[in-house]
């Protein structure tokens, strides 16, 4: 073991990196395994899903909007003026089995008397060339997010689970026009989203259907090629912004067999705090997030995380 310290907290993002700036302001010494370069896993890089996000306008304290890199670079280096120590890798194997728990990196091995974690959740796309060559500049997984940046344009929304409705509902809020794409005749979202969303004047729906290409120029996002997956009939939609809703995936690897997980993947905490079943193990931001996955809302988990976690160390004479 290269080393052994109090708190050691998986994953950066908002949630990781304040769950360390209160865990080391209670000078507990935090650890973060913060992820690595891209190339080694693109859902766990450092500072999260807020790393491919160009603008953030709804974060408290930026009226003027932040990037998602420049915001999450404040964070780091808050975390880091308290002394937290940040290792730009990937934790690639745990222990939770026994304490101290044991967390492998790709190059150190820390045993740790407490692991909050914050390794997120990756929004899924529809794995176009065209998507990634417009990802934010009019490809966006977050209409909370980025729908303001549309307002008064017209804008699709691809998916037709629950998530797509909300999103296309919020989104008709402040577009002229949103266009749900879904590959199938019917929506498999919950009987009252649908409702909601089959009766909203501004939306309609482009059934049996799916995105074959994003087109756009050296601005952005102009609309899509759709296909129809019955007929094989192609048209184009005009659109200022394409919306991806068909999910998210909580990077959860790590910790199968040995967690609780909801049903829908995501990790499972005791209501109203950032509790796992692992006494000593605390999960805050997207990975036990499935409904709000906001920056703001990580950020108040990773706070939870830290206070808990301090809490239960006095409450167990622990360090």
């Given at each position: 073991?290269?080393?052994?310290?109090?708190?050691?907290?998986?994953?950066?993002?908002?949630?990781?990196?304040?769950?360390?700036?209160?865990?080391?302001?209670?000078?507990?010494?935090?650890?973060?395994?913060?992820?690595?370069?891209?190339?080694?896993d693109k859902n766990r890089v450092p500072g999260g899903q807020l790393m491919i996000t160009n603008d953030v306008e709804n974060y408290p304290g930026f009226p003027e909007s932040v990037t998602g890199p420049d915001l999450m670079e404040?964070?780091?280096?808050?975390?880091?003026?308290?002394?937290?120590?940040?290792?730009?890798e990937n934790a690639v194997k745990v222990d939770l089995s026994k304490r101290p728990f044991t967390i492998v990196g790709e190059s150190v091995t820390y045993q740790s008397e407490v692991v909050i974690i914050a390794t997120g959740a990756t929004a899924k796309y529809l794995g176009?060339?065209?998507?990634?060559?417009?990802?934010?500049?009019?490809?966006?997984?977050?209409?909370?997010?980025d729908g303001f940046l549309y307002r008064g344009k017209d804008v699709i929304v691809v998916g037709g689970g629950d998530t797509a409705m909300e999103e296309a509902t919020h989104?008709?809020?402040?577009?002229?026009?949103?266009?749900?794409?879904h590959r199938r005749d019917t929506l498999r979202a919950s009987k009252?989203?649908?409702?909601?969303?089959?009766?909203?004047?501004?939306?309609?729906f482009v059934w049996n259907s799916a995105i074959e290409e994003i087109v756009g120029d050296d601005?952005?996002?102009?609309?899509?090629?759709?296909?129809?997956?019955m007929s094989g009939d192609k048209h184009k939609i005009d659109?200022?912004?394409?919306?991806?809703?068909?999910?998210?995936?909580?990077?959860?690897?790590?910790?199968?067999?040995?967690?609780?997980?909801h049903p829908n993947g995501y990790l499972k905490?005791?209501?109203?705090?950032?509790?796992?079943?692992?006494?000593?193990?605390?999960?805050?931001?997207?990975?036990?997030?499935?409904?709000?996955?906001?920056?703001?809302?990580?950020?108040?988990?990773?706070?939870?995380?830290?206070?808990?976690?301090?809490?239960?160390?006095?409450?167990?004479?622990?360090?």
């Open positions: 073991m290269s080393d052994t310290n109090k708190v050691t907290i998986i994953g950066s993002g908002p949630a990781g990196y304040t769950a360390a700036i209160y865990a080391a302001r209670a000078n507990l010494k935090p650890v973060v395994f913060a992820g690595g370069p891209i190339e080694h404040k964070f780091q280096k808050q975390a880091e003026r308290f002394g937290t120590k940040v290792h730009l176009l060339p065209s998507e990634s060559q417009f990802k934010n500049r009019g490809v966006s997984a977050c209409a909370t997010c989104l008709g809020k402040m577009c002229s026009s949103v266009t749900v794409v009252i989203m649908q409702e909601r969303a089959l009766k909203h004047p501004k939306l309609k601005k952005g996002v102009t609309g899509a090629i759709v296909k129809n997956v659109a200022a912004a394409v919306f991806v809703a068909i999910g998210h995936t909580p990077n959860t690897e790590l910790f199968k067999g040995v967690l609780d997980f905490t005791h209501p109203g705090s950032t509790r796992t079943n692992v006494e000593g193990v605390f999960a805050c931001g997207d990975v036990a997030d499935s409904v709000y996955r906001q920056a703001v809302t990580a950020a108040g988990t990773g706070c939870m995380a830290a206070i808990e976690a301090e809490r239960w160390m006095i409450e167990n004479n622990i360090g």
